[in-house]
């Protein structure tokens, strides 16, 4: 039987109204497209008044099938489909085409612009007849979370989560949680010490009932689907018996190999072959570095085995896989350095007083190498003069176009960690000086009454080849001072490179296995940038912290905070309904080819050997469609993106074009279609 | 292997010296030079500054003429390598451009297909072709206990249409390398990729004795011996000029300059004179008379950059 | 005069600029950075660093830019060009200010563009430069005063046979004739 | 001006997540461009059917665009580099079927790129301008003749192969 189709064309006051003529464009919807029994246009079709229009007809005419032009659908689908709920139509049978981004706004010429939208209106109305009822689908919800990465983003969200009564996993591949912060000696812009606000949150992680941690691991595979996740995770061997290990440190202390630690002290310290990354860590447990202990390079040693008064030290121990149920997963991996060298007009690596961002964190850190004393290479001279040279690696299509966020903040730290703990005169070169959340501002502010000196002029060059007097020895920062608009040569003893925070190396291996895309530049995509940035395209997995682009601590905390509360929220609805918008196969119509298998970046195609089908796990489908048009026996239809329902809007957008062609009025086509004037 | 050869204007003249000892090394590497038939001058800085079309122009004309059968083109003087290796790339990435282009050499009745040759600076190719062990058995006479300052300037070294693997335009390692296979002592000259003036010599000699006196100053604080070029511009600068730059600022250098071809042919055994030594302005027979062969003594000052090392010290950041 | 020409919908100067360019559009990204000014050997001695300049373009200071030395003291040693965190063709861009203020006269009082033009006289007439025949013309020219203290270097120079007092010349100069016309006709080159 | 131009028609498939979207922010900043395109929305480019784009040169239009995330941020994880492969292949396919391969336009734009897709749309136009009208169906009309003879000869060339074995 025939569907009644409702269209209703918006003016959106002018904004539409203005260029293209709705009334026309109805009229020619009433008289010259099937199925049309209504055809109305109105001011504000968002409007209460304007969606009442549409509950009425759906009453009085019996419409069974509704069209909206209007904006764009990613503003007022929602609105429309409650309408056509409210008139008692199932949302799923109404169709929105949008007429003002994707006309009105674009378009100068009003016949051009009145011809398009008739095509859209009439792909629309062609298209919804072969729409059908849909229903979102619910599936139970796992209390248990996995967070990966143990920084202050994912130990904030462990914590929330763990507080709010349920089991978190968090899950860290360094031997000790912590993060970057742990490294840090003071946070901007309240300068208090950074070991002083994470240490206590640590030991509550180590603590918490409600937390199982799993450090020195990493995620293996990630399967299912939102509320329902299984994790494999990979436990690399610390050659340490964790449950028979006191943490007294007497191996540490007997260990006769000394190694540069490149990883927690940034390179200029040491630790031994058996070690913790530092004093507070959790858990207290240490690691054997096979690549650099005695024992395991060269066959004998075990000074650690024979010391360790609990017999813990086990050389044999090998790696663990082990699978988690969880219904949530929160994803904190953070952030790598940028490695300085590849800036080599800078010299970091030829100079040996050239520094970066961290080496200079663990050099101020009163647990660092220097015990906190600011020192040149050599370990002892305190430097008379330092520089700070901002966008090493950031805003730079060199190497990394964005603004690494906290690198402004960070040089005015160090600069005033300078100041107040050496004689030394302390300069910073930068582009633009970004402070630009509470409190940041006026920390500057601060730096310029203590004295640091601001040249605003990117560094072109730091070399060791004096030119005048006065430079020999030193380090020479050449650059531009841009406000003066003349080069400088500057003298320094001591230069820090503000490094850029890139993603991890390994961030979109890690977003294929949990199908979370990344930026260009590698940052996780998060599925709104503003109005959900925490959440991502794949449901039950979220983002926090730097691994969703550059972040200081408290910006991290927050996300983690957040990311918490979403996953929280999820549990506590126990179960979660998820978009028709799915794929299924038909059984007569599958040959048991297996094309598509392949073509599902979720898994969510399986293939049942018995009777050679491939089926779909629903739950797991997000519904892009690609098993649908790969499939050559056309046995896989995409509930609401079906091939009858495209090719159905093609038809009536062709329709139009045909039309427009025989009546030789058809849109855009008499005048030049109004270009850029 | 054979390569086109593009000897440009400034080594049939002021430069000889660089197109013998090319040729020379060249040959005993087993490298064929081909030079391009009737080649015309590549226009240096100077043809672009005043037309745009044209001064491609001028050089496309000698890429066309190159034998179609080779695949290479080898050009010892920076300018017209880095000329050469400009019009290439702009033929192939803009159409427009490109287009033009072949149409003006259509109108001398000549064609070239875009990025059809590879570029080449014969510094690269002694580097990279050849390579460290064809070098070393080559050698029969070591540069022991010469001190020496690779100089490469700045169009030798600047990644202008380049593949990824270029030498680090900044502080490019090719010149370094080859000198310690010839057993000489490098020394870490931190200029060594800056600019000696190029043609500032002829416009304001204020201007380019300041910039000479820069690179003969550390060349100096360095010891070293010889500055060794890779560019003719390079070495007819500072070298001509060095007597001037000593009136300007009235300092006392004096520092042979040399192109790397020269003394890489001495290290293979190439006689001095079948290498155009003696066209020096500032001679270098002492130097190599008194230093070869001197082995160097342990307490050579080094760089003073280099910070000594204290039993507190902390690690330098590892290579690579 | 200038800021209207900035804020009208004229082409620009700008414009004009980037057109004569290739690759010229990534000035229109240039944020002031100075990695331009601050690389430039001749950054100290420019009456405008690039950055400056690229400042004064966008502001439609044509007069100004055109007339400045900058450009002229411009050595193409491409250290700009490499660092340029926006990818700016820096060099490129200063050819092209040279040619428009050569052809527009702008630039008479600059030495290098006499060179330049020698230059280019040279290579017209043989199809290969010709030191000697530049450079004494050059000073001829241009630096009369300056020639005998260049005197003794010449002399050392020929002692070195480094001097050769013959230009050599190309066989099919009428071919490169052929093509350079094209080109000029082609780009609309004077 | 009255000398009337040749206004191509074209459709465009465009991906629910980044194309669609940088097409909204073309509208939201009044990024005025050629009228010429209708654009479809599907959930990725990946769900765009090879048939999808010869029905629409089939049936009039002269050119079809399909845009989607750029390779490496499709938000269906990697979708995006299917549909690289299949109008790729596509393309390949229309020169025998006597259509010009750049009738088929591949297009990515980020849900940032508004004005770079108002550009590629008029530069789409442009280029099809320059092609001319499509008519693909025309260009068969009135050769059922020809394409008749063609079969038989094929049906008598292979007329044993056609055969079925008892």
Redesign the interface.
């Known amino acids: 039987m025939a569907e009644k189709v409702g269209v209703y064309i918006c003016h959106c006051g002018s904004n539409i109204g203005g260029v293209v003529d709705c009334p026309e464009v109805a009229k020619w919807a009433r008289e010259n497209l099937e199925d049309v029994v209504v055809s109305r246009d109105y001011k504000f079709m968002c409007s209460a008044l304007g969606q009442d229009l549409i509950k009425d007809d759906i009453a009085k005419e019996g419409l069974t099938r509704v069209v909206v032009g209007a904006c764009s659908p990613h503003l007022h689908e929602k609105t429309f489909r409650n309408a056509s709920k409210a008139g008692g139509l199932n949302p799923y049978l109404m169709q929105m085409t949008n007429l003002r981004e994707h006309v009105s706004w674009v378009t100068a010429d009003k016949a051009a612009a009145t011809g398009k939208s008739k095509s859209l209106i009439s792909g629309a109305v062609h298209r919804v007849v072969h729409q059908e009822a849909l229903a979102p689908m619910p599936v139970p919800v796992n209390d248990h979370t996995l967070v990966v990465g143990a920084g202050i983003a994912g130990i904030q969200a462990a914590l929330e989560i763990a507080d709010a009564g349920y089991h978190v996993y968090l899950l860290e591949r360094e031997p000790s949680i912590g993060g970057h912060m742990a490294k840090f000696d003071k946070t901007f812009p309240t300068l208090d010490c950074s070991a002083c606000i994470l240490a206590p949150k640590m030991s509550d992680i180590d603590q918490h009932e409600n937390i199982e941690l799993l450090t020195y691991s990493e995620l293996e595979s990630l399967s299912g689907y939102v509320g329902n996740f299984k994790a494999n995770i990979r436990k690399r061997p610390r050659m340490v018996v964790e449950p028979d290990c006191t943490g007294c440190g007497l191996c540490i202390e007997k260990c006769p190999k000394r190694v540069v630690d490149t990883e927690f002290e940034a390179g200029i310290g040491y630790r031994k072959a058996i070690y913790r990354p530092f004093p507070q860590a959790v858990p207290k447990i240490p690691v054997i570095d096979v690549e650099n202990c005695t024992y395991f390079v060269r066959g004998k040693c075990k000074a650690c085995e024979k010391f360790c008064p609990t017999g813990a030290v086990d050389f044999k121990q090998v790696e663990e896989v082990r699978e988690v149920d969880v219904g949530n997963v929160i994803l904190a991996t953070g952030w790598k350095p940028f490695d300085a060298r590849r800036v080599s007009q800078y010299g970091y690596g030829r100079m040996a007083n050239v520094f970066t961002s961290l080496e200079f964190e663990r050099m101020c850190n009163s647990a660092g190498p220097t015990d906190g004393k600011i020192v040149m290479r050599d370990g002892v001279t305190e430097p008379k003069s330092v520089a700070i040279v901002h966008c090493v690696g950031s805003r730079d299509e060199n190497y990394n176009p964005y603004c690494s966020g906290v690198c402004c903040m960070a040089a005015l730290k160090f600069g005033h960690l300078v100041l107040e703990k050496t004689d030394a005169e302390v300069t910073s070169f930068y582009i633009d000086l970004r402070t630009n959340q509470k409190g940041y501002e006026e920390f500057y502010a601060r730096l310029l009454d203590e004295g640091m000196n601001f040249v605003r002029g990117k560094v072109a060059e730091i070399t060791d080849a004096a030119r005048y007097p006065g430079e020999e020895g030193k380090i020479i920062l050449q650059a531009e001072d841009t406000l003066l608009g003349r080069q400088r040569r500057h003298p320094v003893d001591m230069v820090i490179l503000m490094g850029a925070l890139e993603p991890r190396d390994d961030s979109k291996e890690l977003g294929i296995k949990v199908g979370v895309s990344c930026s260009m530049d590698g940052w996780f995509t998060e599925r709104h940038p503003k109005l959900d940035p925490v959440a991502t395209m794949t449901d039950g997995i979220f983002v926090a912290g730097s691994c969703q682009g550059p972040k200081d601590i408290p910006a991290s905390v927050a996300q983690g905070a957040a990311a918490a509360a979403r996953v929280v929220g999820m549990i506590n609805r126990k179960s979660v309904m998820v978009e028709p918008v799915v794929a299924s196969i038909n059984d007569e119509k599958c040959s048991g080819c297996r094309i598509c298998n392949t073509l599902c970046p979720y898994g969510a195609i399986t293939f049942d050997v018995q009777k050679s089908l491939s089926g779909i796990e629903t739950a797991l489908c997000k519904g892009c469609g690609t098993c649908v048009s790969g499939c050559p026996a056309n046995a896989i239809s995409g509930a609401h993106f079906s091939n009858a329902q495209i090719e159905a809007e093609l038809d009536g957008i062709l329709f139009e074009i045909q039309q427009g062609a025989a009546t030789g009025e058809g849109a855009p086509l008499a005048e030049k279609g109004g270009r850029h004037e | 292997m054979t390569f086109a050869y593009y000897p440009g204007c400034s080594l049939e003249a002021s430069s000889e010296a660089y197109d013998i000892s090319a040729r020379a090394v060249c040959e005993r590497l087993g490298i064929e030079l081909q030079e391009i038939p009737d080649w015309n001058c590549c226009g240096a800085t100077e043809a672009s500054a005043l037309g745009y079309l044209s001064g491609h122009a001028l050089v496309a004309r000698n890429l066309a003429l190159v034998d179609k059968s080779l695949k290479d083109v080898v050009a010892p003087c920076a300018s017209c390598f880095l000329n050469l290796k400009k019009t290439d790339k702009l033929m192939k990435e803009d159409r427009k451009i490109g287009g033009k282009l072949a149409e003006a050499l259509e109108a001398g009745g000549l064609a070239y297909e875009p990025g059809s040759l590879r570029i080449r600076h014969l510094l690269e190719v002694v580097h990279r072709d050849i390579g460290h062990d064809r070098i070393q058995q080559a050698v029969v006479r070591p540069l022991t206990g010469l001190r020496i300052a690779p100089y490469y300037g700045c169009q030798v070294v600047r990644p202008v249409g380049d593949s990824g693997d270029a030498d680090d335009p900044e502080q490019p390692q090719a010149m370094d390398e080859l000198f310690s296979w010839l057993g000489a002592t490098v020394v870490d000259y931190p200029v060594k990729a800056h600019c000696c003036g190029g043609h500032m010599t002829q416009i304001s000699t204020e201007m380019s004795n300041e910039l000479l006196r820069r690179l003969l100053y550390t060349a100096d604080e360095h010891q070293a011996d010889i500055i060794v070029c890779a560019c003719p511009m390079c070495q007819l600068n500072l070298d001509a000029y060095q007597g001037k730059v000593n009136n300007a600022f009235n300092t006392a250098f004096d520092v042979p300059i040399l192109f790397f071809s020269q003394l890489l042919g001495l290290a293979l055994g190439i006689e001095a004179d079948a290498l155009g030594f003696g066209k020096e302005i500032i001679d270098s027979k002492d130097v190599l008379a008194a230093k070869l062969d001197q082995e160097e003594t342990a307490e050579t000052p080094s760089a003073p950059r280099r910070t000594r090392r204290v039993s507190r010290s902390l690690p330098m950041p590892k290579k690579d | 005069m200038s800021d209207i020409s900035a804020l009208s919908t004229e082409p620009s100067f700008l414009d004009e600029v980037i057109d004569a360019t290739s690759g010229g559009d990534r000035l229109r990204s240039c944020l002031q950075c100075g990695t331009c000014g601050g690389s430039c050997p001749n950054g100290s001695d420019m009456d405008h660093t690039p950055r400056a300049l690229f400042a004064l373009i966008a502001a439609g200071e044509r007069e100004e830019v055109l007339s400045a030395d900058a450009p002229w003291f411009c050595v193409s040693c491409y250290a700009c060009t490499v660092r340029c965190p926006r990818k700016i063709p820096i060099t490129d861009l200063m050819y092209t200010l040279k040619r428009i203020a050569a052809r527009e006269h702008f630039a008479k009082k600059q030495d290098a563009v006499a060179l330049a033009e020698n230059f280019n006289r040279f290579i017209l007439r043989y199809g290969r430069s010709f030191e000697f025949g530049i450079a004494s013309r050059f000073y001829l020219t241009r630096k009369l005063g300056s020639i005998f203290s260049l005197g003794p270097l010449g002399i050392r120079m020929m002692r070195h046979g480094r001097l050769s007092l013959t230009p050599s010349k190309i066989e099919n100069l009428a071919q490169l004739h052929a093509i350079l016309d094209k080109a000029r006709e082609l780009g609309g080159e004077s | 001006?009255s000398e009337?131009?040749f206004?191509p028609?074209i459709?465009g498939f465009f991906c629910n997540?980044c194309s669609?979207?940088a097409?909204?922010?073309?509208?939201?900043a009044?990024?005025?461009?050629?009228?010429?395109m209708?654009?479809?929305?599907?959930?990725?480019s990946?769900?765009?059917?090879?048939?999808?784009i010869l029905?629409?040169l089939a049936?009039?239009?002269d050119g079809v665009l399909v845009a989607g995330?750029?390779p490496?941020?499709?938000?269906?994880?990697?979708?995006n580099y299917?549909t690289i492969r299949?109008v790729a292949m596509l393309k390949h396919a229309l020169k025998p079927l006597g259509i010009d391969p750049n009738r088929v336009r591949l297009q990515w734009a980020?849900a940032a790129e508004g004005p770079q897709v108002?550009a590629a749309i008029?530069e789409f136009?442009d280029e099809l301008r320059e092609l001319g009208p499509l008519n693909w169906t025309g260009q068969w009309a009135g050769r059922g003749e020809e394409c008749r003879e063609a079969v038989d000869k094929i049906a008598a060339e292979h007329k044993e192969a056609m055969e079925v074995m008892p």
């Open positions: 001006m009337p131009v206004e028609r459709v997540w669609y979207r097409a909204d922010l073309a509208g939201s009044r990024l005025k461009h050629a009228p010429n209708r654009i479809i929305r599907v959930m990725c990946g769900r765009v059917d090879i048939e999808f029905k629409a049936g009039g239009a995330c750029h490496g941020e499709c938000h269906y994880v990697e979708q299917k299949r980020s108002a008029d136009v």
